[in-house]
């Protein structure tokens, strides 16, 4: 099993900059690709971005909606990947959630959320106008 833990969400103007944490804890060493998606209101949950990995190789897949603005990483050490989102815009207002799953995803399969077998609780973004 695997734990999962999102921080790092609050109120940001248009613009501004925020980084959000989530923190995997248990068989970690079991997990291939790490990712986060979003889900507004009234909306359906969407990919945001995938770290997937294997042995030396790391590879991270963005939405469109996102690059050149967000960017993801990792800290082995502290079993910890991080989104850090630059130029926020009001569209970007929603619950960011943290998602692990045992394979190493690729194109086709890293953005379907049923692909992924953990996932954190979510952590509410909001940017204003």
């Known amino acids: 099993q695997v734990q999962l833990v999102e921080s790092g969400g609050g109120l940001v103007q248009a613009g501004g900059s925020l980084r959000l944490s989530c923190v995997a804890s248990?068989?970690?060493?079991?997990?291939?690709?790490m990712a986060w998606f979003r889900q507004a209101p009234g909306k359906e949950r969407e990919f945001v971005v995938a770290?997937?990995?294997?042995?030396?190789?790391?590879?991270?897949y963005y939405a469109d909606s996102v690059k050149g603005r967000f960017t993801v990483s990792r800290d082995n050490a502290k079993n910890t990947v991080y989104l850090q989102m630059n130029s926020l815009k009001p569209e970007d207002t929603a619950v960011y959630y943290c998602?692990?799953?045992?394979?190493?995803?690729?194109?086709?399969?890293?953005?379907?959320?049923?692909?992924?077998?953990?996932w954190g609780q979510g952590t509410q973004v909001t940017v204003s106008s």
């Open positions: 998602a692990a799953g045992h394979l190493r995803l690729y194109s086709g399969y890293y953005g379907r959320d049923d692909n992924y077998n953990y």
């Open positions: 770290l997937t990995w294997t042995g030396g190789s790391t590879n991270t």
């Open positions: 248990g068989r970690t060493f079991s997990l291939g690709t």
